[in-house]
């Protein structure tokens, strides 16, 4: 059977769609790369925002126009099929996409099952990863934050942590297969702990067993701690020097309503202590504009903070009522009318810091 998967999301999500294919090419089944081919064809979504909702829509829709098979079987699965059966919106579903095609839905802990439906997460495994370079790891899932504006919380798996054997196992092999390069991924990888070992004596023991270079997908700011710092520091020539380190916003109030357990001063510290260890590490960050009380001077307080932290870039991400969330359960839909303005000057910011440490690194005037 030739099968097509679809990914939509996060560096978690791509793994986890790498274990598909490898799962049903195990089972005798082909990987194609043309969904009009596709006798079966997974969608692995996302529901952080509306508009990775609306890519969904939109690639369904493109396969009923398009397709080329009788009888194809369609799955959508991950995190926006655990949103939609745990809200039960499948008949919203179906009317908002107004195509007479049979879906079935498999959230979160049932997204294998079309393939593998024994498989126990917690000990996912893959031996390469399709058309790259550099392998994911993924060694941990699931978040109890609860951030005022997130979904992720609902829809993921409880937290957990791969076991640490399971990782080295898998990474060994990937090392054998040619790959020189982890990332290392998770919902929440700053969280990982199995057996007394944390996420800097895991990697301690990845670098004892092998000569694998490490890259950390994201850390939440508040699990940068001394004993990370010291790790980074006696290691920074086996890891890429690159953090990324999610803000959300600049304004201490706004961080508080989102349920962030940082501050701003909190923030630099940790900006100032890793670029003592490497001066020329990049840092790029996650920021949300437009979040329901954000003021004008909140937005700007952030648009500040930014520039004299010195970010190297940012990814912006325009607020995303999600249902379910606190903030949408205080807020519902509600979004600041200059929202798109507000997104335009921050990535434009974005641009600027970019294109400083571009100049810098190419010394280029």
């Known amino acids: ?59 369904v829709r493109r396969v009923y126009r398009e397709n080329k098979v009788d009888n194809k079987k369609i799955f959508v699965v991950g995190c926006y099929a655990e949103y939609i059966k745990q809200n039960r919106l499948e008949k919203k579903f179906f009317e908002r996409l107004d195509t007479e095609i049979e879906i079935k839905f498999l959230g979160v802990k049932e997204k294998y099952n079309f393939v593998k439906p024994d498989l126990d997460n917690s000990i996912e495994k893959i031996k390469k990863f399709f058309g790259y370079q550099r392998a994911y790891v993924k060694i941990q899932d699931g978040c109890n934050n609860f951030c005022s504006y997130c979904i992720i919380p609902y829809v993921r798996n409880k937290m957990y942590s791969k076991p640490e054997d399971v990782i080295l196992e ?74 990324h380190i999610p803000l959300q916003s600049g304004d201490d109030y706004i961080l508080s309503s989102m349920g962030r357990k940082y501050n701003t001063n909190d923030y630099r510290e940790i900006i100032n202590c890793l670029r003592k260890v490497n001066p020329e590490l990049i840092i790029s960050t996650d920021i949300i504009v437009g979040y329901p009380e ?21 990814h912006v991400f325009p607020y995303s009522p999600r249902f379910g969330t606190l903030s949408y359960k205080k807020y519902g839909e509600t979004v600041p009318k200059d929202l798109k303005d507000r997104v335009r000057k921050l990535c434009e910011l974005s641009f600027e810091l970019g294109e400083k440490y571009y100049k810098k690194v190419c010394k280029v005037n």
């Open 170 to 243: 898998e990474i060994k092999q990937l090392q054998n297969n040619g790959y020189k390069e982890i990332v290392l991924v998770g919902t929440h990888i700053g969280r990982y702990f199995y057996k007394g070992k944390d996420l800097v004596d895991v990697c301690e023991d990845i670098f004892r067993d092998s000569k694998i270079n490490l890259i950390f997908s994201s850390i939440e700011p508040n699990e940068i701690n001394d004993k990370f710092i010291e790790f980074y520091n006696k290691n920074k020539d086996r890891i890429f020097h690159h953090l």
């Open 1 to 59: 059977m030739k099968v097509f998967v679809r990914t939509y999301g996060c560096k978690t999500n791509q793994y986890e769609s790498q274990v598909m294919k490898e799962l049903s090419i195990d089972k005798g089944n082909f990987i194609t790369e043309d969904y009009k081919e596709a006798e079966l064809i997974v969608i692995n979504t996302c529901a952080v925002t509306k508009p990775a909702e609306r890519d969904i829509y939109k690639f």
């Open 294 to 314: 954000e003021t004008k001077d909140m937005f700007n307080n952030t648009i500040n903070f930014v520039r004299e932290i010195k970010l190297n870039w940012v």
